[in-house]
């Protein structure tokens, strides 16, 4: 019976499943060959071959991205060989909490060391500075920092004052860095908001912080009063005629990491994206211009500040340039969140601080370089790429939030895959879609890749629903976040897939004939 009903099932998911490939390539034959009229010789043009374009499949996976130029005037270097880090350029002294992490500790650590006088340079000056460090946001985008602050410091908003967001609400799987910058360095970052507001324009900032950060909030909250109290922020801050306020409001959704869900949770709406037009620069908090910027991003900027744009750009590689918060997580040694140099490569990166792969480099299967968020690298492309926003992009996947995912050969990487999409089965915001049936569909793909219950046509089909995802524009990156997680497992994966499905038919297949033997 079982024999029978899995016959069946193959011959029904076969026409189901291997219907949208036929259609595929009897529209190529048709396109390919043509049919010639009777009597007539064939045209000279068909037989041409077509050129082959130089590489459209590339920027067809991407619809709509275009790679912005860095800054005018940004600094560059030669440098070839990077890292490890040296003790002097370390920007976060107090990253796991062996010393003082108030303001007594901070300033001995060298915060708040001369801000006044920074802050009466100027708007402008500041501004400067960024563009020539060609600093980038270290939230998961990479955007150049400067160009996205000046569409706001170019904003004339009289009437209704401008506003920075500040983005604490840390929820992508395997990171960790915002959180240790809450509890040991609250300080850089109230500071770092501070001279951020003044370069744009702003008079009141809001930190998002989520709800389950109970001990980063209370730490953050301490450190903000006492940063009130000794007349660093408010009226007068840092001894100026600068007026600047901070406040901390809370919520708890991982969507809320998105800008505009964000947004709406500190507005009292329901945390989800909206779409754009009109963007934040021109309605956004209660209709004020705001600006969203993540927690690493202005951490480091008072140190850019006081040490300038040559010493940040002679640190990684041109346009990569500065230091950056990684976390290692997965199978390695040392689990850790350590700050790098720019482009370290990630194979000197998880030896150095994570004690290497357990079981050592060959047992490596596969690696998350930026988060759950970012396309899976085979060992062959870990072990040589750097860590960076543009080696990365070329290797296929991103830097992400710098949160490296290390995944070896004595785990289930079926198992993995199917916990990784029901992420984002929970945490859509059901508003598009293409992505709300594809956070449903692939699921129920990946848990039948993981029994061995499906048909080899499904990993063709779970590309399909990716393309589908990406090419429909969501709202948000959630749905291309999956899309790109999912093709990207089940391209690593695909021979594992296949072995467990024959495995698993192989199965039913012997039980179904000892019961027929047992029967007779």
């Avoid at 010789?41 to 590489?55: E, G, I, M």
């Avoid at 997580?329 to 790098?340: A, F, K, Q, R």
């Avoid at 080696?391 to 993995?416: F, N, Q, R, T, Y």
Wanted: a positive charge; one cysteine or more; aromatic letters at 8%.
């Amino acid at each position: 019976m079982i024999r029978k009903h899995l016959k069946a099932m193959t011959r029904q998911l076969t026409s189901i499943w291997a219907l949208p490939r036929r259609l595929a390539q009897s529209a190529s034959q048709a396109a390919a060959k043509k049919p010639e009229p009777s009597g007539k010789p064939a045209p000279q043009a068909a037989a041409k071959k077509p050129a082959k374009p130089a590489k459209p499949a590339k920027d067809a996976k991407k619809p709509g991205r275009v790679k912005i130029p860095p800054p005018k005037g940004s600094l560059t270097n030669d440098k070839t060989c990077f890292g490890p880090l040296k003790d002097s350029d370390r920007i976060f002294q107090n990253l796991y909490g062996r010393h003082d992490w108030r303001l007594k500790g901070a300033c001995q650590r060298g915060d708040w060391h001369k801000t006044g006088d920074i802050l009466e340079l100027g708007p402008d000056w500041m501004m400067d500075q960024i563009k020539q460090s060609a600093l980038r946001g270290r939230g998961g985008a990479g955007f150049y920092c400067a160009t996205k602050w000046e569409f706001l410091k170019q904003v004339k908003s009289e009437k209704v004052p401008k506003m920075l967001v500040v983005n604490c609400a840390e929820g992508e799987p395997g990171t960790c860095k915002d959180r240790e910058i809450l509890r040991h360095e609250p300080h850089k970052l109230i500071e770092g908001i501070l001279l951020a507001g003044v370069t744009i324009g702003c008079g009141r900032a809001i930190i998002y912080i989520r709800n389950r950060f109970y001990n980063e909030a209370c730490n953050l909250h301490y450190a903000l009063a006492e940063a009130y109290h000794h007349g660093l922020v408010g009226d007068g801050a840092c001894g100026t005629d600068i007026k600047f306020d901070i406040m901390i409001q809370r919520g708890d959704r991982y969507l809320c990491g998105e800008e505009t869900a964000m947004l709406n949770c500190l507005m009292g709406e329901l945390g989800r994206p909206r779409r754009r037009p009109p963007f934040l620069t021109e309605k956004g908090y209660f209709n004020h211009p705001c600006l969203v910027v993540n927690a690493e991003s202005l951490s480091v900027l008072p140190t850019l500040l006081r040490r300038g744009p040559c010493w940040w750009t002679g640190l990684g590689r041109s346009y990569n340039a500065g230091t950056k918060l990684f976390c290692i997580s997965g199978e390695v040694n040392n689990p850790c969140t350590v700050e790098e140099e720019m482009s370290m490569p990630m194979r000197e990166i998880i030896e150095l601080h994570a004690g290497g792969v357990q079981g050592g480099w060959e047992n490596l299967l596969a690696v998350f370089p930026g988060g759950l968020s970012t396309a899976l690298l085979g060992p062959e492309a870990a072990g040589g790429v750097m860590m960076d926003f543009d080696c990365l992009e070329a290797a296929g996947s991103g830097l992400g939030c710098g949160s490296i995912i290390v995944m070896s050969k004595k785990c289930d990487p079926l198992a993995i895959m199917h916990r990784a999409i029901e992420f984002y089965e929970e945490h859509t915001c059901k508003q598009c879609t293409y992505c709300r049936d594809g956070a449903i569909w692939l699921p129920e793909l990946f848990g039948r890749f993981a029994t061995g219950q499906a048909h080899p046509h499904e990993i063709d089909w779970t590309s399909v629903i990716a393309d589908k995802i990406k090419n429909s524009r969501p709202i948000c990156a959630l749905g291309v976040s999956q899309a790109i997680t999912a093709e990207s497992m089940v391209r690593m994966f695909s021979e594992q897939i296949n072995q467990r499905i024959v495995k698993f038919a192989e199965g039913a297949d012997k039980g179904g004939k000892d019961g027929k033997d047992k029967k007779c």
